[in-house]
């Protein structure tokens, strides 16, 4: 029985590795996102331009209420646990 899973085991990996090494064959597509692209495509028009703001403003708003938020859990977490005098 350790046979087959140490022969199952060892098919995975290289299998898992065949497929990551193919993924390095993509080329960027011309017209759509560049490889390993995380950002927006570069704004052409006005309306892409204030889509372009809006996505980092909303970044910035959604983080600001991210931090305030962990923060009070933090704190709360701090400030009302059972060891606190010991």
Partial sequence: MKHISNRL???LLVLCAWLATS?????????????K??????PVTRIAQEQHFLHWMLLVV?????????GVMF???????????A
């Fill in 9 to 11: 085991g060892s098919s």
């Fill in 23 to 35: 993924a390095h064959a993509v080329q960027d597509l011309p017209g759509g996102p560049a490889v």
């Fill in 37 to 42: 692209q995380l950002n927006l495509a570069p």
């Fill in 62 to 70: 959604c983080t600001i209420i991210f931090l305030g938020v962990f």
């Fill in 75 to 85: 704190y709360s977490i701090w400030h009302h646990r059972k060891s606190r005098g």
